[in-house]
Structures are given as structure tokens and as C-alpha cells.
């Protein structure tokens, strides 16, 4: 099968053809590498590789220099799915040319092929404005985890009739702003349904319910890599994180009972070149 790069319009037609988008994490060369291989359609380097690499307790204190290094070298592993790089919290909000500024950077330094920001109708100028640019951009509605100081935590968002109403024309006004596509995250599935139904943009979902045009979930969650923050809506398809420490133990046994290395772990030398060695030493 020939696999060819994954374009906005590849995925704006999924929608049209009712045929569901793929979307996973990836933050490092070998994650984007093993992505890239099962055919996954898009690929999101995202903020949340505050949490699930550097440790933090959310995604508010990366940095651009942090995305733009990721986001590099995910480049370097995947050839064919479609990478969209997060902005970060701070990078778009304040400055609209500064947005514009550090989108293009992604896409400039990061070698992504769109971006993602967070915020409903009060982003919709600075999406117009990375748009007019030539940036293609994905929104990003409901949880959103730049803003979970303001959201009370991470929260359901759109429970009620008013919030989901919210959402809707948040959803709309992204649409009309010129994003190419929709995050829904940890919004209730009959909400999303009407969303995915309203746009004619891809709706791609993470805790949205099955009726969205895709679906999203982080890497370390679905190979249960990652325990410290557990949503209701990941599914995990592998747990991993026994059989790597597993790995790590032995190793360290072997090491501790003198297992590891054998012969075949080591490099040789021939007779008389060891012989010559052993008598250099002796001069």
C-alpha cells in the first residue's frame, strides 16, 4: 500500500465521506516513529507533555522552546500522518501578532503541518489572524486544560443546557473563523452530536462520545504508561508499565550477579594484537 502525507483536505473530506480520523500523542522521535507505523491519520504533539514527560501537575508552564524541541523531533519519526503542535499557554493569548508570531514557529522551526490552540469565540480574531497567514488551525473546546485554574479542575465541561449552548456557538464561531477542524474534550456526547452535526468541519473527540467525526487519545494513557492523572474516558489498550519495570529489574539483577554482559555482549580482539597489547603494558 502506498501511504501518502495526511493534508487538511484529506481530513476535511474523512468528514464528508463519514470515514473516522485517528488522532494519538506522540512527544519523541520513537513515539512518533511507532505512531507513524499503525497508520494513525494525525499526530498531536501536545502540552499535555508537561504532565506525561517533564512531570508537572498540568500543561501551563511549557514553553514554546519546549514544544518547538518536541515537535522537531517528532518530525524526524513521522513521515505520513498529519502533526498538529499545540501552542502553549501564554504563546497566543496576550499579543495577536505574537500568536501569528509563534505559529509560524511552529510550523518554521517545529516542521508541524498546523496548529492547535485552545478558547472558544474569544480566540476567533486570533484564529482569523493565523488563518490570513497561511496557518492552518485546530481548535480546541470544553475541558480545556490551559484553563483549568478558571474551569475548577478537570472538569466535564457543557453539563448544563446554558454551557452547552455555549459550546455549540463556541464550536460555530471557530468554524467561521477558519479552523479546519474542532477538539471536544469532556463534553457530554448528545452535545457533541449537535456539534459534530452544526459544523462542517471534522469534530475530533477525547471524552466526547462516539458521534464525533474522530477520536483523540494521549499515548501513555492507552499503553498505561501514565497512572498519576487516570480520566474516565481513556481506554487502555495495553498496560506496559509492569513489563518495563519488569525489564529494568532483571537487567539490574543480572548487572548485581554478574548475568550481564557475556560474551556475546563483548567485543574481542585478535591473538596476537591482545598479545602485543599485554606486552606494550610491560614496557
Not at 499545540?86 to 501569528?100: A, I, K, M, T
Request: hydrophobic share 45%; glycine share 8%.
Amino acid at each position: 500500500m502506498n501511504r501518502k502525507k495526511v493534508s487538511v483536505i484529506d481530513l476535511q473530506s474523512r468528514k464528508q465521506s463519514g470515514q473516522p480520523i485517528s488522532m494519538l500523542t506522540a512527544y519523541d522521535y520513537t513515539g512518533a516513529l511507532l505512531v507513524d507505523r499503525a497508520e494513525i491519520d494525525v499526530i498531536l504533539i501536545g502540552d499535555s507533555l508537561g504532565m506525561v514527560i517533564m512531570g508537572l501537575e498540568s500543561t501551563v508552564p511549557v514553553t514554546m522552546e519546549e514544544m518547538l524541541h518536541h515537535c522537531r523531533a517528532v518530525a524526524q519519526g513521522a513521515k505520513y500522518a498529519h502533526l498538529v503542535g499545540d501552542l502553549p499557554f501564554l504563546s497566543y493569548q496576550v499579543d495577536l501578532r505574537e500568536g501569528v508570531r509563534n505559529a509560524g514557529r511552529l510550523l518554521k522551526e517545529g516542521h508541524v503541518d498546523s496548529v492547535k490552540l485552545e478558547g472558544g469565540r474569544e480566540m476567533a480574531a486570533t484564529v482569523r489572524a493565523i488563518v490570513d497567514a497561511g496557518i492552518p488551525v485546530m481548535g480546541h473546546i470544553g475541558l480545556t486544560p490551559q484553563s483549568i485554574s478558571k474551569l475548577g479542575g478537570f472538569r466535564a465541561q457543557g453539563r448544563t443546557a446554558a454551557a452547552a449552548r455555549r459550546l455549540v456557538d463556541d464550536a460555530v464561531a471557530l468554524e467561521d473563523a477558519g479552523c479546519y477542524a474542532v477538539v471536544l474534550e469532556a463534553v457530554p456526547a448528545p452535545v457533541a452530536a449537535v456539534i459534530t452535526q452544526k459544523l462542517q468541519i471534522p469534530t475530533i473527540g477525547i471524552g466526547a462520545g462516539p458521534h464525533c467525526d474522530g477520536q483523540v487519545l494521549v499515548f501513555h494513557d492507552i499503553l498505561g504508561l501514565y497512572d498519576k492523572v487516570q480520566p474516565r474516558f481513556v481506554k487502555g489498550y495495553a498496560q506496559l508499565q509492569q513489563p518495563i519495570i519488569d525489564a529494568f529489574t532483571a537487567f539490574r539483577e543480572d548487572v548485581v550477579n554478574h548475568r550481564f554482559p557475556e560474551d556475546e555482549h563483548s567485543f574481542a580482539m585478535k591473538p596476537d594484537e591482545l598479545e602485543a597489547f599485554y606486552h606494550s603494558l610491560k614496557e
